[in-house]
């Protein structure tokens, strides 16, 4: 079922509306789209004026699957990447992606100077990996080409530890410090206002100037991790008032709790 006309509408009723925080999440499987994930990532540059973010999702097989069809179309992480590399001829290159709990330091500092609780993106590594890319003179340039995200962070955990000290000023001037490691000036401001009003609108603006590329892979019964799934961060809260996993609930958990919970649809007439 082709269904590219109808999306493309989608993305054009949303420019109409103003509505500019689109998130394309393609499933990607070999032999059948991995050859399109340069051309996808493209796209959303090009439309960049509404879309986000592309988060790529390698295919989980929640369901019955043949094991030849399971092997033949099984990607992983690291080969998405490469593809991603490949497709875009260079410009974004495996080593520009950062796993998710990357930014935990971040939210951590943000959080012990502005006396808040921010969300850490605190999942297993193995579970996505993201990068944002700017746009500049029509080639697209991923924010690694401007910030050194090792040096950055550690000095995010300087701050985070010289407020768990109580030495405020301190963390301050590791705050403002930080950005020595950030070698674009529209960046470096827009950092700035982050740090001094530590609100989801500061954090909007970067958003808006960048488009996110990330790949998040779900578990299925054939790689299913227990050390992962101990480590997510992205759950089903249920009628019963519990919580399950994303992936426990669809490999595991999610027959049981719709035998129990779903509701039978009424046919017409109320037969």
């Excluded at 082709?2 to 499987?29: C, F, M, Q, W, Y």
């Excluded at 301190?170 to 000036?185: E, I």
């Excluded at 700035?192 to 488009?211: C, H, N, P, Q």
Aim: aromatic share 8%; charged share 30%.
């Amino acid at each position: 079922l082709d269904l590219l006309d109808v999306k493309l509408k989608v993305l054009e009723n949303a420019r109409k509306i103003g509505l500019d925080s689109v998130i394309l999440v393609p499933t990607v499987a070999k032999e059948v789209n991995d050859d399109q994930i340069g051309d996808i990532i493209k796209f959303a540059v090009k439309n960049r004026d509404i879309v986000r973010c592309v988060n790529f999702q390698p295919i989980s097989f929640a369901g019955r699957v043949a094991a030849a069809d399971r092997k033949r179309m099984r990607i992983t992480i690291p080969e998405v990447l490469e593809l991603v590399e490949k497709q875009t001829d260079g410009q974004i290159k495996k080593a520009d992606f950062y796993t998710c709990p990357v930014v935990v330091p971040l939210a951590r500092a943000m959080g012990s100077m502005k006396g808040k609780v921010y969300p850490e993106f605190s999942n297993h590594p193995a579970c996505g990996m993201a990068t944002f890319v700017f746009v500049e003179d029509d080639e697209i340039v991923p924010i690694t080409r401007y910030v050194d995200v090792e040096k950055f962070m550690r000095a995010m955990e300087g701050v985070w530890e010289a407020n768990q000290e109580g030495r405020k000023t301190k963390a301050k001037l590791k705050l403002v410090g930080s950005l020595r490691h950030v070698r674009f000036g529209i960046l470096r401001d827009l950092l700035g206002d982050i740090f001094k009003e530590g609100s989801y609108e500061a954090l909007g603006k970067l958003m808006r100037r960048t488009v996110m590329i990330g790949i998040m892979a779900f578990m299925d019964l054939y790689n299913f991790d227990l050390e992962r799934v101990q480590m997510c961060n992205i759950h089903y809260a249920l009628p019963d008032g519990t919580l399950r996993p994303f992936c426990s609930y669809n490999s595991v958990h999610r027959p049981a709790f719709e035998e129990k919970f779903g509701v039978p649809k009424k046919r017409k007439g109320g037969a």
